[in-house]
């Protein structure tokens, strides 16, 4: 006998797992979760001479009809995270990643995202690219090791912010971080800042020299808005950014004492967010956007595996209700025969 089903790569003491397989199984389709944290599951790819490949599950060969589903998210001093010497962890992430890779690059057609895909859409400079080639406005930036160029752009744009051009990969800070330093770089990420000519002409060639900035013009906000999109579904949630001083910069800091409401967005921002979908080669995404004080929409970034649950508990969970459906219907069209009653079995009202 051989597997059939929906794989997830993660924890099933994540939110965003859990509800969704909660929603799936009822149905009577096969879902295993392989969870790096537990360290108990026995999980096999073998590769012969000839190049067949065997990808097993605690002993059971996988058959022809499976999609894999990932959100393997490790957040150190949580469950969601390796029970190994700190020393040994970033081997562990590194080593559990290069095995997803490995299986996202063999069976390219059956995993949700696409490994490749997620490695791309971490960075924003090529996200801006994506996002402006689909009619989605960004805002100027640079990508730069030169201070002149810096200068240049705080001459031309006035107001401008610096953050990581690539998303946090999860690994933790050092331990000698102090607060201060813990909320602006987690070790791979940084907290959106805003810059001056002053500060940025004082600062030291060499300091600027040794790693590149992103630069971006800042928006002056009315608010802004936290997108999920899963497959063909779309929830736009308005994030009353502005009305604390601590968050008008970056919503993150504060985003529990924020008030969140979804809300609709326009026919053609809709539109040409799937298209960045598409292009992008993305099932899911959250995307951050700014909604300025004339109207007009502004493209930030997409975040391949963001969080939305803390936005769904409120919701009765109808964006995991929506990753339910989408998984069902991917994981449908590997089967020769689509069996539409699972589909009618799923009436879950948004």
């Given at each position: 006998?051989?597997?059939?089903?929906?794989i997830?790569?993660?924890?099933?003491?994540?939110?965003?797992?859990?509800?969704?397989?909660?929603n799936i199984?009822?149905?009577?389709?096969?879902v295993?979760?392989?969870?790096p944290?537990?360290?108990?599951g026995?999980?096999?790819?073998e590769?012969?001479?000839?190049?067949?490949?065997?990808?097993?599950?605690?002993?059971?060969?996988?058959?022809?009809?499976?999609?894999?589903?990932?959100?393997?998210?490790?957040?150190?001093?949580?469950?969601?995270?390796?029970?190994?010497?700190?020393?040994?962890l970033?081997v562990?992430?590194?080593e559990?990643?290069a095995?997803?890779?490995?299986?996202?690059?063999?069976?390219?057609?059956?995993?949700?995202?696409?490994?490749?895909?997620?490695y791309?859409?971490?960075?924003?400079?090529?996200?801006q690219?994506?996002?402006?080639?689909?009619g989605?406005?960004s805002p100027?930036?640079?990508?730069?090791?030169s201070?002149?160029?810096?200068?240049?752009?705080?001459?031309?744009?006035?107001?401008?912010?610096v953050?990581?051009?690539a998303?946090?990969?999860?690994i933790?800070?050092?331990?000698?971080?102090?607060d201060k330093?813990?909320?602006?770089s987690?070790?791979?990420?940084?907290?959106?800042?805003?810059?001056?000519?002053?500060?940025?002409?004082?600062?030291?060639?060499?300091?600027?020299?040794?790693?590149?900035?992103?630069?971006?013009e800042?928006?002056?906000?009315?608010?802004?808005?936290?997108?999920?999109?899963?497959?063909?579904?779309?929830?736009?949630?308005?994030?009353?950014?502005?009305?604390?001083?601590?968050?008008k910069?970056?919503?993150?800091?504060g985003?529990?004492?924020?008030?969140?409401?979804?809300?609709?967005?326009?026919?053609?921002?809709?539109e040409?967010?799937?298209?960045y979908?598409?292009?992008?080669?993305?099932?899911?995404?959250?995307?951050?956007?700014?909604?300025?004080?004339?109207?007009?929409?502004?493209?930030?970034?997409?975040?391949?595996?963001?969080?939305?649950?803390?936005?769904?508990?409120?919701?009765?969970?109808?964006?995991?209700?929506?990753?339910?459906?989408?998984?069902?219907s991917?994981?449908?069209?590997?089967?020769?025969?689509?069996?539409?009653?699972?589909?009618k079995?799923?009436?879950y009202?948004?």
């Open positions: 006998m051989k597997f059939e089903g929906i997830v790569f993660g924890s099933d003491r994540d939110h965003h797992i859990n509800k969704v397989v909660e199984v009822p149905l009577g389709i096969n295993v979760v392989v969870d944290f537990e360290a108990k026995n999980y096999s790819l590769i012969d001479t000839n190049g067949k490949v065997k990808f097993s599950l605690d002993g059971m060969e996988v058959g022809e009809n499976f999609i894999i589903w990932t959100r393997l998210k490790v957040v150190p001093e949580t469950p969601l995270c390796y029970e190994v010497e700190e020393r040994a970033n562990c992430h590194q559990w990643i095995f997803y890779t490995t299986i996202s690059a063999i069976f390219p057609n059956r995993t949700l995202n696409d490994r490749n895909a997620v791309m859409s971490r960075h924003k400079g090529y996200q690219c994506i996002a402006a080639s689909c989605l406005k100027a930036s640079l990508l730069t090791t201070k002149f160029s810096i200068l240049d752009m705080l001459d031309r744009h006035g107001k401008t912010i953050k990581s051009n998303s946090g990969y999860g933790p800070p050092s331990p000698e971080s102090d330093t813990s909320r602006i987690n070790g791979r990420h940084m907290s959106t800042m805003r810059l001056d000519r002053e500060t940025v002409a004082n600062t030291d060639d060499k300091a600027i020299n040794s790693c590149p900035i992103f630069v971006q800042e928006i002056r906000k009315d608010y802004e808005l936290r997108i999920t999109i899963v497959g063909s579904e779309i929830f736009a949630h308005k994030i009353d950014s502005q009305k604390e001083e601590y968050t910069l970056d919503w993150r800091l985003s529990f004492h924020l008030e969140i409401e979804p809300v609709d967005l326009p026919r053609e921002v809709r040409n967010l799937f298209k979908m598409r292009k992008s080669g993305m099932f899911s995404g959250a995307i951050d956007m700014i909604v300025d004080e004339s109207g007009a929409y502004w493209f930030l970034e997409c975040n391949p595996e963001g969080q939305w649950a803390w936005l769904d508990i409120e919701r009765e969970w109808v964006i995991a209700k929506a990753f339910s459906r989408q998984l069902i991917r994981y449908q069209e590997t089967q020769p025969i689509v069996r539409a009653n699972f589909l079995s799923v009436s009202s948004s």
